[in-house]
């Protein structure tokens, strides 16, 4: 069984029949997926979707592109606690593209990990070119974990995560990284903090380059890490669904 810990079927700009995908995702074991929100409209989304599902959870956050339109709706969601919400995210600083300006990124991290510390909820973090500025943050908050999603940053920034208690989240790049160095790192994290996700509709993985991505695909994401480590599949499937549903506190 697998979880596909990151994706963004649940938005109304995925251009696959979601019905289709989810039965393709059953059909390959993964049992469940967690939709991420981007935006205000994205993460109201997201709870739509998830509430009443037997496959959905949902994760609320305003992603640090799109903190200039506001996040003041994370804090009223949150506190209303729907059903089937289980993380805060993504949320975190990005200033490879900086759409929003830095203060206004920082401003809405801090709103955001406060939320999260009050509705005690893991976080789900997208940091990017940011994590001198990151750290500082996130230290000012204790007792908060989550997870590192789509982490293509360095040696040092990884085992600042580990040290920290966060998981780090892999997806399709590592199935399609030419970069020798970011393979060595991807293997060499302990398996017992990788979390497997697809970032559907992006980043879709070796052998599915060209397609759009959905959650089913996160079987290739697990395939390539047995191989690369050398390791069944079997191995990662039950270590990485083991560590989802420890950090998400949910049983499927
Ligand atoms: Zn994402």
Not at 165 to 185: C, E, H, P, R
Not at 190 to 218: C, H, I, M, Q, W
């Amino acid at each position: 069984m697998l979880i596909d810990t990151h994706c963004h079927v649940h938005e109304a700009s995925y251009p696959l029949a979601v019905d289709q995908v989810k039965q393709r995702a059953l059909e390959n074991n993964v049992r469940a997926v967690i939709c991420v929100g981007t935006s205000e409209q994205s993460s109201a989304e997201a709870v739509a979707f998830a509430q009443g599902s037997d496959w959905a959870y949902s994760s609320i956050g305003v992603h640090p592109h799109d903190t200039k339109d506001g996040y003041d709706m994370i804090s009223t969601l949150a506190v209303q606690s729907p059903d089937r919400l289980v993380a805060i995210g993504e949320i975190g600083l990005d200033y490879f593209y900086t759409h929003s300006p830095r203060d206004i990124q920082i401003k809405a991290l801090e709103s955001q990990l406060q939320t999260a510390m009050n509705a005690d909820l893991p976080v789900i973090f997208h940091v990017r070119e940011a994590f001198d500025d990151f750290w500082p943050i996130f230290d000012n908050f204790t007792g908060l974990c989550g997870v590192l999603h789509s982490f293509t940053d360095t040696q040092v920034n990884v085992e600042a995560g580990l040290m920290r208690g966060l998981y780090i989240g892999l997806n399709g790049i590592s199935t399609f990284t030419k970069d020798i160095a970011q393979q060595t790192l991807f293997r060499s994290i302990p398996l017992d903090r990788v979390l497997l996700e697809t970032d559907s509709p992006f980043l879709t993985p070796v052998p599915k380059r060209g397609t759009v991505n959905e959650p089913a695909f996160v079987t290739h994401v697990a395939s390539h890490h047995a191989n690369s480590r050398g390791i069944s599949f079997e191995t990662v499937a039950q270590a990485t669904t083991a560590n989802a549903q420890t950090l998400f506190s949910f049983n499927v």
